[in-house]
């Protein structure tokens, strides 16, 4: 069984910065794709940003020059950048991975339970 724990979420200021983490546990033979999104109260879970095993990053229009989606392939870990922050970015951020189970096994979608992220003066 694979987990994703996410961390780093909270309550900021306009204009101010978070970073958040997503750690990935437990047996599995490998990560491909990791990624962001988010929801919004009343709205649908949205892309925010993702990147490949091998680094490429795919943001969403929005963020583009104010989020910065990293990963660290040893640690199993991706990590979201999020600077200047608008009150418009308040949602609960969703952590997501494609992990192969083994060797032979297809890939899998995963979740994080989701941090919220609030930004209010």
């Known amino acids: 069984q694979v987990q994703l724990v996410e961390s780093g979420g909270g309550l900021v200021q306009p204009g101010g910065s978070l970073r958040l983490s997503c750690s990935a546990s437990?047996?599995?033979?490998?990560?491909?794709?990791m990624g962001w999104y988010r929801q919004a109260p009343g709205e649908q879970r949205e892309l925010v940003a993702t990147?490949?095993?091998?680094?490429?990053?795919n943001s969403a229009d929005s963020v583009m020059g104010r989020f910065t989606i990293s990963r660290d392939n040893a640690k199993n870990t991706v990590y979201l950048q999020m600077n200047s922050l608008k009150p418009e970015d308040t949602a609960i951020y969703y952590c997501?991975?494609?992990?192969?189970?083994?060797?032979?096994?297809?890939?899998?979608?995963?979740w994080g339970q989701g941090t919220q992220v609030s930004v209010s003066s």
């Open positions: 997501n991975a494609g992990v192969q189970g083994s060797w032979y096994a297809n890939y899998q979608d995963y």
């Open positions: 437990g047996s599995f033979f490998r990560i491909s794709h």
């Open positions: 990147i490949t095993s091998s680094g490429l990053t």
